[in-house]
């Protein structure tokens, strides 16, 4: 029986290798997602820690020439030109000098399209800098009073922040991980669909079955076969991911992504169940299609299910009951880890424990199902 259940497992991992094609296509995620990330997150750094100046029209620039010399300070410049400047206009009231002469409010009109997507990081830019000239001049309308500006201040709010540089990251964090996890789902993909819904079209799945194997070496082996395509995608993206994330400034942010020895073992465990899990559903929906791009069809729409559940941890929500749940509840681990934060081993337990139980049913359901001769013939 072992020796049948070997031959059948080398069996299908030389017929992956041969077709490189599909090798390559189930592996491309695990090695240029993570760069494209990172050059991502590059870009958006970059952008939030050294915005780009912009120019905006001001009406009646001269009758608040402080404030002109104050927003040009902060990056936000006047220019008449209409070819060079943003779609914001800023507008000095007609009474502006006599208002703030008077210590009156000064009447400022910001005039802008909030639903332009390309301009609402310069309305956002150019309204911080109005409420903060805003309030060094409420500042100093206290001081020319003999008033200490301090009054205006009635707590004294002290934050000991007791985060570390790993556990800042929140959200980007998660998504890095996420990313991570999915590669299991992503990298099998191909094969698990060649094994099962392929094989059944050129006819060689009622061939393999006409030889004195049971139902259960065969499903086994096709799903030993596509986990280990997963957990190759896995190591890849670790690898990957272990020379590109340093290259990016997390600094900039305040948190570090640390892709060490310890987190890379505990994906690579946290890991072998999920590709298990995926393994099983991959192949169980991909017997049930009659075709081979129907299966792909159905296999795209369910991996949108441990998607969402992921997306559910990655934004924090029922993050406590979703650590108990397959594949959420290893990927909130390796969150945990990430951060330096300490793992619930219970919770762990009972999710890779769950992921176990789920791949099981699905293998039997498979056994179950290679028993027809309509799945095994695509009738």
């Given amino acids: 029986m072992n020796n ?53 029209t001001i009406n009646n620039s001269s009758a608040a020439a402080d404030l002109v010399v104050y927003l040009d300070n902060q990056g936000i410049r006047h220019s008449s030109d209409k070819t060079e400047t943003k779609a914001i206009e800023l507008t000095i009231g007609a009474s502006y000098a006599e208002q703030m002469r008077l210590a009156e409010p000064a009447e400022v009109i910001l005039i802008a399209d909030g639903s332009e997507e ?120 670790l690898i990957v991911s272990k020379f590109v994330y340093p290259m990016v400034p997390w600094q ?51 991996m949108f299910v441990p998607m969402i559940l992921s997306y559910a941890v990655t934004f924090d929500f029922a993050t406590d009951e979703l650590r108990w749940a397959p594949v959420t509840g290893q990927l909130q681990a390796l969150i945990d880890v990430m951060k330096g934060k300490e793992i619930p081993l219970l919770q762990l337990a009972v999710s890779c424990l769950s992921t176990l139980l789920i791949s099981i049913a699905l293998m039997l359901g498979m056994e179950r199902l290679l028993k027809s001769e309509k799945i095994v013939f695509g009738l």
């Avoid at 309030?135 to 009073?145: F, H, V, W, Y």
């Fill in 4 to 56: 049948r259940f070997w031959s059948l497992l080398r069996k299908e991992l030389m017929d992956a290798i041969r077709d490189k094609r599909s090798v390559i296509a189930g592996l491309y995620y695990a090695i240029f997602v993570p760069i494209l990330m990172a050059v991502m997150m590059m870009v958006i750094i970059d952008k939030l820690t050294s915005p780009e100046d912009f120019k905006i």
């Fill in 118 to 237: 390309n301009l609402q990081s310069a309305i956002r830019r150019t309204e911080r800098a109005l409420q903060r000239y805003s309030a060094e001049m409420a500042s100093l309308r206290l001081i020319a009073r003999g008033i200490n500006p301090i009054i205006m201040n009635s707590l004294n709010v002290k934050m000991q922040d007791q985060a570390t540089t790993e556990s800042k990251g929140g959200q980007l964090i998660a998504m890095i991980i996420l990313v991570i996890l999915l590669s299991v789902f992503v990298s099998g993909m191909n094969l698990a669909i060649d094994t099962s819904a392929g094989e059944r079209e050129r006819n060689s799945l009622a061939l393999l079955l006409s030889h004195p194997i049971s139902l259960r070496q065969l499903v086994v082996s096709k799903v030993c076969a596509v986990s280990v395509f997963g957990m190759l995608g896995l190591v890849l993206v």
């Fill in 252 to 302: 900039e942010l305040g948190f570090n992504v640390d892709i060490n020895i310890n987190f890379m073992m505990a994906a690579l465990i946290a890991g072998a169940f999920v590709a298990v899990l995926a393994a099983s559903m991959q192949l169980f929906v991909s017997f049930m299609a009659k075709s081979f791009k129907e299966a792909q069809t159905y296999i795209t729409f369910v």
